[in-house]
């Protein structure tokens, strides 16, 4: 369990993560939104300390990460995939951290099987590609066989196959029990891997709640309709929350009711209906939607050299 | 798509009893930094280039010392003007600094094996993962220095132990070898060790506040080779200045290697302490900085 409260960091003038809490709870995937320069890597790096706050507290499992007798055992973190000397073999830089914590050689050994390094284990890491460098940054975080998992981009330059290895595996260790904190750039993905999403912008949270939630709460319902008599049936259905756009003089698109509720009303209205199709807000909308207003909203206050919020896309 | 890295969740094993005895201690720390240290190959080929260096120069010294003994011997100066036969600046006490006599230059290649070993961490990012394994810091770059120290000293000694022996035969045509148990003469073999271990030790602090291999060798070869090189220039400009100039850290460590010294200057042991002073002075505002400063 990672428990992040009222945690800030500035540099200068300039606020990366504006008083910040949040709790990322252990059996499941958390998933750590925000565009660029958002402060999702410098709340992450304060998690593990490499950062220190400028005001606020972090704790992993009860105790700041640095009080744990055995750090690598509490926390599994790849924070960036270069962080690796770049003349060194992967195998040796798996031993390297391992004898830190009296980890012993087999289980190096394991998590080069368990990430698909071994052909290249014995190779300097300053030739790996960007997929085998996230790859042995996994291998990393996974040595201690650690209680919380952080990963940051971890699918960043990996294959369709390590995307959906990834996937799993961040399944797969949330549903033994554990803590996994990872961020990720592609929405969508997101969508098939966490269970939980913490939304940040600008350094601040403005979102974090279950994944499903934040779909439903902020896409509702839409449908588009093409009837004969569109007048008649939207005041059928008008109410609470339904709004709708007028597109043809036949088409339309109404929000805040699912394409049943308007087949029900069409066939007590008489309206004919010939056409009806539930659009799906994705994620990706719902993320957008979120981010929009946060970046709106400041970007109505000039703040000279602040980087431009635009969503991830590397 | 069924590969084997595809399962690989389903192959961790369950968190059962996790009190198997992993965790931190400084012993650990200490092995991870060695592992760290003799995995790169610029430790393996600056080491090779130390004792290549500092023996090929003490074989030079013992060759140069031995022709000028032979030059004297055959010409027929009259003794008032020839050189002492005796003391340390007798040829014959030259001979005997023969083993640290390539320490100039060996000293720039462990400065700049230490300072490489420390500030490659941060050019590469290495340093977050080191970091991250030890958060408290400090035991990761004391055992860093620990070890590069012990390697340097090691080195050092051996150096000067080849150097010796190596040097006997060239000098032995003229009578000037020497035994190892002469005054002051293991002593000298052994501070070659301890300076070259000093000089590590600078160098790992600098290359630690600096955070750049290129600025952290180019600092240190300045503070060891360059400063004293100024010094002598503008020493006749006041008399404060050869004064103060014995308390350089490079200054004063050559005391160490000296077989015997000279009245106003600092003493072997007064030499070892100053630089001493300089080493651990150094490493405990790069100790302060680094436990401060964000990674």
């Known amino acids: 369990m990672i428990e992040v409260q009222a945690l800030s960091k500035r540099y200068g003038a300039k606020t990366a993560v504006d008083a910040v809490s949040f709790t990322v709870q252990p059996g499941k995937v958390t998933g750590f939104l925000g565009p660029n320069g958002a402060g999702k890597s410098t709340t992450m790096r304060m998690i593990v300390g490499l950062d220190s706050p400028s005001a606020g507290r972090v704790t992993v499992n009860g105790k700041p990460y640095a009080q744990h007798r055995a750090p690598l055992r509490e926390v599994g973190a790849l924070l960036d995939a270069k962080a690796v000397h770049t003349k060194r073999t992967a195998y040796n830089h798996l031993r390297a951290m391992a004898a830190t914590h009296g980890i012993p050689d087999s289980r190096v050994k394991d998590v080069i099987e368990l990430t698909g390094l071994g052909p290249v284990a014995k190779k300097r890491v300053g030739g790996f590609s960007l997929g085998m460098g996230q790859r042995l940054g996994i291998a990393a975080a996974l040595l201690g066989d650690p209680h919380t998992v952080i990963l940051d981009e971890p699918v960043n330059g990996l294959d369709p196959e390590g995307v959906q290895w990834v996937r799993h595996l961040a399944k797969g260790l949330a549903s033994e029990g554990r803590t996994v904190f990872l961020s990720s750039h592609l929405m969508s993905e997101m969508a098939l891997t966490a269970d939980h999403l913490v939304v940040i912008g600008r350094g601040r949270i403005i979102a974090d709640a279950p994944i499903q939630s934040i779909i439903d709460g902020q896409g509702k319902a839409r449908v588009r309709v093409r009837a004969d008599r569109p007048q008649d049936l939207l005041g059928s259905l008008a109410g609470d929350g339904v709004s709708s756009q007028l597109l043809e003089p036949e088409l339309m698109e109404i929000t805040g009711v699912d394409a049943r509720r308007v087949a029900e009303v069409a066939l007590r209205e008489q309206v004919l209906v010939y056409e009806l199709t539930p659009l799906h807000v994705s994620l990706e909308d719902a993320y957008m939607q979120l981010t929009q207003t946060e970046v709106e909203y400041h970007s109505s206050t000039p703040l000279a050299g602040e980087p431009v919020a635009a969503p991830e896309g590397r | ?295």
């Open chain 2, 1 to 295: 798509m069924a590969t084997s890295t595809q399962n690989a969740p389903a192959q961790q094993r369950p968190r059962q009893n996790r009190d198997d005895g992993t965790g931190l201690n400084f012993g650990r720390v200490l092995r991870s930094e060695w592992i760290k240290v003799t995995t790169v190959p610029s430790t393996v080929i600056l080491l090779a280039c130390t004792v290549v260096v500092m023996v090929g120069l003490a074989a030079l010294f013992a060759w140069a010392m031995a022709t000028s003994a032979e030059a004297i011997a055959g010409s027929e100066v009259p003794a008032e003007f020839q050189a002492p036969t005796e003391g340390p600046n007798s040829i014959a006490g030259q001979a005997l600094t023969t083993p640290s006599a390539g320490l100039l230059f060996g000293q720039l290649l462990i400065a700049s094996l230490a300072v490489v070993l420390i500030a490659s961490e941060w050019a590469t990012g290495m340093i977050r993962s080191t970091m991250v394994a030890v958060p408290k810091r400090i035991p990761a770059l004391v055992a860093k220095t620990v070890i590069v120290a012990l390697i340097a000293f090691v080195v050092g000694l051996a150096s000067a132990l080849v150097s010796y022996l190596v040097a006997q035969p060239i000098l032995r045509g003229q009578d000037l070898d020497f035994a190892l148990t002469q005054d002051g003469v293991l002593a000298s073999v052994i501070n070659t060790g301890t300076f070259l271990a000093l000089v590590a030790v600078i160098s790992i602090s600098l290359g630690t506040l600096l955070r750049n291999t290129a600025g952290g060798v180019v600092t240190a070869v300045g503070v060891f080779f360059v400063l004293p090189l100024i010094v002598q220039l503008i020493s006749g400009l006041a008399d404060w200045i050869p004064k103060a100039a014995r308390f350089l850290p490079g200054d004063a460590g050559t005391q160490l290697v000296m077989v015997t010294t000279v009245d106003g200057d600092l003493t072997q042991w007064e030499g070892g302490l100053v630089m001493t002073a300089w080493a651990l002075g150094l490493l405990v505002v790069a100790l302060v900085v680094t436990k401060k400063r964000d990674v």
